[in-house]
């Protein structure tokens, strides 16, 4: 209903023949590649929410590594460690998504350590105890899923098929963590205790994820347009609520909110109101844990220099070794 009213909209409003024919493309489903014309918006667009989104799988390496070397078992760390290392990868995938709309990850890494460059406000939280990790893997991973499963249809090609991948990922994350908090949940007191308090510290941040309220969400309309976004920031996280309540209740948990109760009528979960003073707080830069996480991206960056240089070095010596590479018939057709 709401993609369609912005559709309207955007069928209305004064488009070039070449807007014209960009969005014609976009409304029959044909995926645009990085050589294809685009309206600079819909570039703009995409490096912000791409180069957003890779920097949120960096930085929330930092959050889960911290247990890697308390995890409570030998399965747990090998399991945690492969998490860890997966959302790297996500990373990595994303930055070469965004590099092929004409920004180099030179630049976005910059932008990142000036604090100029957006990452999800869910990382700026601290993990206490071990049940920190499995309820990031539940709760964290589980609502990135809500989020980004549509994404895997996204207009622009290269972002649409590293969401694919992404996504299979994601979801062994979210079961890794619903895993591990069974445990937590059929053992001793404490440690169900110990998943209760983490579910209290995580979940009014987890639904702080899904962006703004509809109203305040200024780039939502023209994402959806572009088939960038496929349902609003309220519609993902009601959906979130509405798949997580019967999971906490299947663990024996209470989710910490009075106000959280079915409603027949709309066939939804009703639940309280979300401290958007707290969310602006932690997307300027003053929640707990800001500062950690930059100084710890930075001096990852500046201890790595070496690394970035040996490797460049190697390539040009193996580029300058190697023959011309025969042409695809790729590159024919694109010149
Ligand atoms: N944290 C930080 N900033 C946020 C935010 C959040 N949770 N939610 C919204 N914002 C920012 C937006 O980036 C925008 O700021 P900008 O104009 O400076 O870029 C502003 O708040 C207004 O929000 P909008 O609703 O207008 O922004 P979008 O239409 O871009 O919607 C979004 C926000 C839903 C996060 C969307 O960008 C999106 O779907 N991004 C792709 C997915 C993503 O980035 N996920 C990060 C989650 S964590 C993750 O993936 C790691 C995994 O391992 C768990």
Redesign the pocket.
Known sequence: MYAQMVKTETNTAALTPEERAFQERIDADIKIEPKDWMPEGYRR?LI???S??AH??IV?MLPEGNWLTRAPTLKRKAILLAKVQ??GG?GLYLYGAAETLGISREQMNRQLHAGKA??????NYPTLTWADVGT?GWL??G???M??VP?QRCSFGPYARAMVR?CKE?SF?QRQGFDALIQLCSGTPEQKQMAQDALNRWWWPTL?????P?G?????AQ?MAWR??FAS?DE?RQRFVDATVPQAEFLGLTIPDPDLKWNEARGHYDFGDIDWEE?HR??KGGGPCNRERLRARIKAHEEGAWVREAALVYARKQAARAPAPKKTQTDEILG
Do not use: C, W
């Open positions: 667009t912000r929410q791409i957003q989104h949120s799988e929330g997966d959302e996500h957006k990452y999800s406000s869910i990382f990031i964290v991973d609502a990135a899923l989020n980004q994404l992404i994601e994350h702080m994820m899904f962006g703004p509809d305040e969400s200024v780039h939502s994402s960038i976004k920031n993902l969310f932690v997307i």
